[in-house]
């Protein structure tokens, strides 16, 4: 069984750019839940996507949008990024008979925006 | 969702048990209570997760009072690689995929 793999596992970017971040979920998961998490804090949810639909979201603004495939891997892009971007985005994978707020979380990619 | 308070860092040596206690003073009926552990530059893992009583599994036991207002995670005989930060959750239970709600979490150090 594959766990959660993300790619790529660094990253810099300018302010400005755009950046996609992409995330294999775990086999016979549905559900990709994607997370930024700043330096020293705890994860914050950024939004949700089940069967290809967004199925929920967090506090951030439009420039954060995602994209589930048919495999049920996802992406996450960000628009004209800003300093504050910089932070660990963590996908986490669940469904498909996994216990309510069981997750299972990918390693993470760290987005360095300069 | 129920607000959770857990302590900022802990400290504790090689062997000992440690005891991490989170409130919950507003949890729901439908609520369950969930730990995750994280280590450096990893992503969150799933530790254990309850409803009332005590639940115990191969990493860690979890003690719920009958009021379920505050929930105690136990962990044996800690060793250094248990060093790492420990996320308290409640929420509800009625569906697979609910979005996660982090704290800051409690900061483990064990030393030996």
């Known amino acids: 069984e594959t766990g959660v793999t993300q790619s790529p596992t660094h990253l810099i970017k300018t302010r400005g750019q755009q950046v996609t971040l992409r995330c294999s979920s775990q086999s016979g998961h549905n559900t990709v839940s994607w997370y930024q998490q700043a330096l020293g804090q705890g994860p914050q949810f950024i939004f949700q996507?089940?069967?290809?639909?967004?199925?929920g979201r967090g506090n951030f603004p439009p420039r954060f949008s995602g994209l589930q495939f048919p495999n049920y891997s996802s992406e996450l892009n960000v628009n004209a990024l800003e300093l504050d971007d910089s932070a660990l985005y963590l996908c986490?994978?669940?469904?498909?008979?996994?216990?309510?707020?069981?997750?299972?979380f990918g390693p993470g990619t760290r987005l360095t925006v300069t | 969702l129920a607000k959770t308070t857990q302590p900022i860092s802990m400290d504790s040596y090689e062997g000992q048990e440690v005891n991490i206690t989170c409130s919950h003073n507003?949890?729901?009926?439908?609520?369950?209570i969930t730990w995750y552990q994280q280590f450096p530059s990893q992503g969150p893992r799933f530790i254990i997760q309850?409803?009332?009583t005590k639940v115990t599994n191969e990493v860690a036991s979890l003690f719920i009072p009958a009021d379920r207002k505050s929930s105690t995670l136990s962990l044996p005989r800690v060793s250094l690689s248990d060093t790492a930060v420990y996320y308290c959750?409640?929420?509800?239970?009625?569906?697979?995929?609910?979005?996660?709600?982090f704290g800051k979490g409690t900061t483990l150090s064990v030393s030996s």
């Open positions: 996507y089940y069967r290809e639909e967004e199925n």
């Open positions: 959750l409640v929420g509800p239970s009625n569906q697979a995929g609910t979005a996660l709600i």
């Open positions: 507003n949890i729901a009926t439908n609520d369950y």
């Open positions: 309850g409803y009332k």
């Open positions: 986490a994978s669940s469904g498909g008979g996994t216990a309510p707020y069981e997750q299972y």
